[in-house]
């Protein structure tokens, strides 16, 4: 059992957990206190001095970020005395930090903007020039403005107890502190480096990836999962103008804590339409032609019966870049037509690389999301380090081919020629459409809604963050119209909540859980201890 104590914060009552700070106890009334150097995942210095607060009977403020909550505490976070202190320590912050916040990245998430709005002085009272450090680039993606700089130190603790990398130190004392590198090459080759921005306060550290890009307030934030490996970081989009401007890590204590590596922050950009299938199309070779999608489906559906009909097979090639609920209703349509294999490429990193600080979190070697899933559903890993090869059987087949979502990058010319039907279901055009019969455009999971399944079995919600180009359509609704045409039992799912509903009623990895189960931080399958390794 907890141990729990009660206290009052600015007149509320409040139980929390004995060992609990102030500040986090205050955090619970939804009550933030202000302040800079305290950060959740990092050690506390209480060196900042903005979260000072008035407890009753103490000879003088406390730092709210290190002071344990007492029973019986009576806490005023907004007495006049530390509001006081609070002014005079964003005035003695803004004495030499530069007032240039229209061209500021951080602007509109700035903490300092936002504490002197609320409570600083409406004008300084310093006349003395301000110090002029200019720009540093810290190396990597990462550049450093040493005139906003508040030393709250969260970068160098994070580099050297997160990352256990050492690479920035303080240089000098007092005013003239300033954060610095200790080598030529500074951050470059650090896979972690780029959390060191997203917890800087201010806009001392900023991403060049991100530079000028976009405002903070034109953002939308939209919850997701990363992904670029199978580790299934929680991580937010930030989108304006329908393109996913930046990748930012969500707060996720049981996969990525407030972290995520740099691997996966900056592989994105594929996220964003580029040549993008558009609209289903039939036929095949040269005289493939677009049609609407009951054309094409209803075409499809009735060839696919007269194959089945003819007696012959089925054999599908998956992507571990797709949904569960995608990779699940494949399966149904698979056995729909008579069963068959399914068989899945991944692309691998030479090793993994863990966060020694929270060693939880691994930029894993499959370099995607739902791996996991895709064998938990029964399908088989193929090909090489690269994701390539491994369509032997599939090379020269006469029967039905499915593909979905692999872009058969290898896949030789006359790939699917002899087959009586060769489906594409894919964001992009496949490198090899010769032998198509039909292309079906799908939305990526940044366009649609649904869950990836983790390296340690954790099944994980993923929201839409785009609109998806032309007519195309969730892979799972696609697949499940075919099966259902096909005489499967059961209705089409209209959303994606009903897919996965489906799907957890017929795998027995999935049974017992649910869209509201899962909730926004995830839940493990059935039995993953027995689950195979990475």
């Avoid at 994070?158 to 240089?171: G, I, K, S």
């Amino acid at each position: 059992m907890v141990e729990t104590v009660t206290l009052t914060i600015d007149g509320q009552e409040v139980t929390v957990p004995k060992g609990t700070t102030i500040l986090e106890a205050a955090e619970t009334l939804g009550n933030r206190v202000p302040h800079y150097c305290y950060h959740p995942g990092l050690s506390r210095p209480a060196q900042c001095r903005l979260c000072l607060v008035e407890v009753e009977g103490a000879p003088k403020l406390q730092a709210s970020c290190v002071t344990a909550a007492m029973p019986g505490q009576v806490v005023h976070t907004q007495s006049e005395s530390a509001r006081a202190q609070r002014r005079g320590v964003l005035e003695f912050y803004l004495k030499n930090h530069p007032l240039d916040c229209p061209i500021c990245d951080q602007s509109g998430e700035c903490k300092l903007q936002d504490y002197v709005h609320e409570e600083g002085r409406a004008h300084g009272r310093s006349r003395e020039p301000k110090r002029v450090l200019g720009r540093d680039d810290f190396g990597g993606d990462v550049l450093f403005y040493g005139d906003r700089c508040v030393m709250c130190t969260r970068c160098v603790r994070f580099m050297n107890e997160m990352a256990q990398d050492p690479r920035l130190t303080v240089v000098e004392r007092g005013n003239r502190s300033v954060i610095d590198t200790f080598f030529e090459e500074g951050l470059a080759g650090s896979p972690y480096a780029g959390n060191i921005v997203d917890i800087c306060p201010v806009g001392a550290l900023v991403s060049k990836d991100f530079l000028h890009k976009a405002r903070a307030w034109d953002l939308d934030h939209i919850p997701s999962i990363c992904p670029n490996c199978s580790q299934g970081c929680n991580i937010d989009l930030h989108v304006r103008d329908n393109l996913v401007q930046r990748l930012k890590p969500r707060d996720n204590p049981e996969v990525n804590q407030h972290w995520m590596c740099d691997y996966g922050r900056h592989r994105y950009e594929w996220m964003n339409h580029g040549t993008r299938l558009v609209a289903p199309a039939r036929g095949r070779g040269e005289g493939l032609a677009t049609g609407t999608w009951e054309a094409v489906l209803s075409d499809l559906a009735d060839e696919l019966a007269e194959a089945r009909e003819a007696g012959l097979g089925v054999r599908a090639l998956a992507s571990p870049f797709a949904s569960n609920e995608d990779l699940a209703a494949l399966r149904d349509l698979v056995e729909a037509l008579g069963g068959g294999e399914i068989v899945f490429r991944s692309p691998r990193a030479d090793q993994e690389i863990p966060l020694p600080g929270f060693p939880k979190l691994v930029r894993r070697r499959d370099l995607a999301p739902n791996v996991r899933g895709a064998e938990l559903l029964g399908m088989r890993r193929v090909g090489g380090e690269d994701a390539s090869g491994g369509l032997e059987s599939l090379v020269g087949f006469d029967g039905i081919l499915l593909v979905m979502g692999d872009a058969l990058l290898d896949a030789p010319e006359d790939f699917g020629a002899g087959a009586r039907v060769l489906a594409c279901l894919g964001t992009h055009p496949p490198r090899v459409a010769a032998g198509a019969t039909h292309l079906l455009p799908i939305r990526t999971h940044a366009e649609g809604e649904g869950t990836f399944t983790n390296v340690e079995g954790r099944v994980q919600r993923f929201w839409p963050g785009l609109h998806a180009p032309g007519e195309a359509r969730p892979a799972w609704q696609v697949l499940a119209f075919l099966a259902a045409a096909l005489g499967a039992e059961g209705e089409v799912p209209a959303l994606a909540a009903e897919a996965f509903a489906r799907l957890a009623a017929d795998h027995a990895p999935f049974q017992g859980l649910s869209y509201e189960v899962l909730g926004t931080r995830g839940a493990l399958v059935n039995d993953p201890v027995s689950l195979p390794g990475a």
